[in-house]
């Protein structure tokens, strides 16, 4: 594996991102913009209907974000005129045929001048509606490969996954591909254009009887777990993911193609600036829950492994990846698992600490003014005992209360029914997350480790440095307490 410079390839580059208002896809569009300011162009798809929609979209949920604001600092009065002449915005959709691009003459300079292509649109709803998910996670990476198909210059496309894609699997995962048919548990038949039919045949049949939209989308939903769990998938997010790279290897052909699998993705490490983050992800709506007093106890080997990785690591494994494999035709699929669970894992016990530390010394400030006093989660090693635990500490007191208080106070229903919901709500989070905070395995990065090396090989120090994607230099102490938390805070609390 040869890697050079990395922002000598990105001159002059033209590179087509989907997904582009996801907190991954603005990271890598705030570093192009910044380390390499003579890349020809950016084209973002986004999902919209008109030119007007888009372009507000841009403004608001791309570069108006606080994650732009090293780069605006630097480019001054000139940073809009940049902007409108290094991005080019584009409505479209990945779940349709030609990604839904309407105009044509927008088509077709997409398809002549694209360089690279990186798919990044998703939808990381764990029980998401299956027939969305099938539509995004899956049609859609065959519909991206289809245009990349016709994309006279391409070099390169990047597809991004999630190393979740191996289901429950314990022990050391490699960083194999999906192959098609082929389910996590053995069982037989899973056939992708067979699930498309069968979401469409669910569809029919819900209108043919007048269900609500509401009902309609409980339905799906339930289908979509339901499928999952019938093959060995946790849940529909996973298990289209996988699907979609099942796709990408028998469609191929001799197109450069790898897929990045990153693991649990947190706030900015580094660059621009360290904690950036957007919206509430994955292990932060425990903490977020935790900080708020919401959250006592949960369900979780205290032991295992908690595999995380920040989001401007996994750029700058993206960028390097890119680089190493453009213009290099394989039969196979190079796959790269980007995470920390070989190198520096950090485990559930820490992060419980880190949390307890954090929200001890700068506790969250409730509505009314008063800080929120924490005490140390409690980690139950079972769902059965959880389950037990909020019912007999929660719920059975609750109701008790409530068929006192019904007698002597007017509106307290309200009151406990509010109470009742936010239990409910930590409940389901659990049986959402219980196949991640039970997770046995760790990840082989032997493919990244590679791409490391090559990059210490190519670049030289100062370049390197801009592009680290090593976890081994992430003290995470310092990390959760003085970055990861304080982010999370900032920016993701109120959501």
């Known amino acids: 594996m040869e890697l050079g410079s990395i922002v000598q390839f990105l001159e002059d580059k033209s590179i087509l991102l989907t ?21 020809k162009k950016l084209y973002l798809l986004l999902r919209t209907t008109d030119t007007k929609s888009t372009e507000h979209r841009l403004h608001h949920e791309i570069i108006g974000k606080d994650l732009f604001k090293v780069l605006k600092k630097t480019l001054g009065a000139n940073f809009d005129s940049f902007v409108s002449e290094k991005l080019s915005v584009v409505a479209g959709d990945i779940s349709q045929e030609n990604l839904d691009l309407k105009d044509s003459i927008l088509r077709d300079e997409i398809y002549s001048q694209t360089d ?16 969305v998910a099938m539509g995004i996670n899956t049609l859609g990476v065959q519909n991206i490969l289809s245009f990349a198909h016709q994309c006279n210059k391409l070099k390169m496309l990047v597809h991004i996954s999630t190393a979740y894609v191996c289901g429950e699997k314990e022990g050391v995962i490699l960083e194999d591909p999906q192959h098609m048919g082929v389910s996590l548990n053995g069982v037989p038949g899973l056939d992708i254009e067979m699930e498309m039919k069968l979401v469409q045949q669910q569809l029919n049949q819900l209108q043919q009887k007048g269900a ?16 999952a769990t019938l093959y060995g998938w946790p849940n529909t997010y996973v298990f289209t993911k996988a699907m979609g790279e099942m796709l990408l290897e028998t469609s191929k052909r001799n197109m450069p193609i790898i897929i990045i699998r990153p693991t649990i993705i947190t706030s900015t490490y580094r660059e621009p600036f360290s904690g950036w983050i957007e919206g509430v992800r994955t292990i932060d709506s425990v903490a977020v829950a935790y900080g708020k007093g919401t959250l006592t106890c949960f369900p979780g080997d205290i032991h295992g492994v908690s595999d995380v990785i920040p989001g401007d690591m996994v750029v700058n494994a993206m960028l390097a990846a890119m680089v190493a494999h453009a ?25 419980c600490n880190y949390m307890f530390r954090y ?15 924490v005490r140390k989660l409690i980690m139950l090693n079972n769902m059965a005992t959880f389950r037990t635990y909020m019912f007999i500490r929660y719920l059975l007191p609750l109701q008790v209360l409530n068929l006192v208080n019904k007698a002597f106070y007017k509106n307290s229903q309200e009151v406990y029914t509010d109470y009742f919901r936010k239990i409910h709500a930590v409940i389901r989070m659990a049986d959402l997350y219980k196949s991640y905070v039970f997770f046995n395995g760790i990840f082989d990065n032997m493919n990244t480790v590679k791409l490391l090396a090559a990059a210490r090989q190519g670049m030289d120090s100062e370049e390197m440095n801009l592009f680290n994607f090593d976890p081994k230099v992430i003290d995470w102490d310092d990390y959760f307490i003085n970055i990861h938390f304080p982010g999370v805070v900032k920016y993701a609390f109120k959501s």
Not at 212 to 227: P, S, Y
């Open 116 to 131: 690279v292509i990186v798919n990044i649109a998703a939808t990381t709803k764990f029980d998401e509606r299956y027939d």
């Open 359 to 373: 929200f001890t010394a700068k506790p969250w400030i409730n509505r009314n003014g008063k800080p929120v006093k």
């Open 19 to 39: 997904g582009a208002t996801g907190f991954l896809a603005k990271i890598f569009v705030e570093k192009i913009l910044r380390v390499q300011p003579n890349v």
């Open 327 to 351: 213009n290099q035709p394989s039969d196979n699929i190079t796959i790269y698992h980007v995470g920390s669970s070989v190198s520096n894992p950090m485990r559930y016990h820490n992060l």
């Open 212 to 227: 609500t939209q509401h009902e309609i989308k409980l339905a799906m939903k339930e289908l979509g777990i339901k499928r």
